[in-house]
């Protein structure tokens, strides 16, 4: 399953994009009530960043930075590491898990976002695999 296209995890799945300039709380405000962890922050419609809960509670909240004046380009992320959708869902894993982070902007070819992969996502792959299991032990049960 972590060899499945990154297309294929995504399934048309919405995400929160906001520009550069937006002040923080709007973007928190989205993130919220989207309920996503990350937003992926362009200029021009190109990725340029990601601004998470982890930025939102370290950058801007335990350093009393005001969130209705602080643009989010300010906190954000900078240049994260990003992947196309062609990719193999198990590529993004291990590029969490090399980079220590927990969300990678997927782009096109262009730069523009299309998404965003999450280590949460490797739990759903986990959940069919613990039902593919259930349904193999009823299976054996029935037949002994």
Do not use: W
């Amino acid at each position: 399953m972590p060899s499945r296209p990154i297309h294929h995890v995504l399934a048309d799945r919405k995400f929160v994009c906001v520009p550069f300039d937006m002040p923080v709380r709007e973007v928190t405000r989205l993130m919220l009530q989207h309920n996503e962890s990350a937003a992926l922050v362009t200029e021009h419609g190109i990725l340029t960043g990601i601004f998470t809960e982890r930025d939102a509670t370290f950058r801007v909240l335990a350093t009393g930075i005001d969130a209705d004046l602080t643009p989010v380009g300010a906190v954000l992320t900078h240049n994260p590491q990003a992947i196309t959708e062609d990719r193999p869902f198990g590529h993004a894993l291990h590029m969490m898990f090399e980079g220590g982070f927990r969300h990678v902007p997927v782009v096109n070819a262009s730069g523009r976002p299309t998404g965003v992969v999450t280590a949460r996502d490797a739990l759903g792959l986990e959940a069919e695999a613990f039902g593919a299991e259930l349904v193999r032990r009823e299976e054996i049960t029935v037949i002994l």
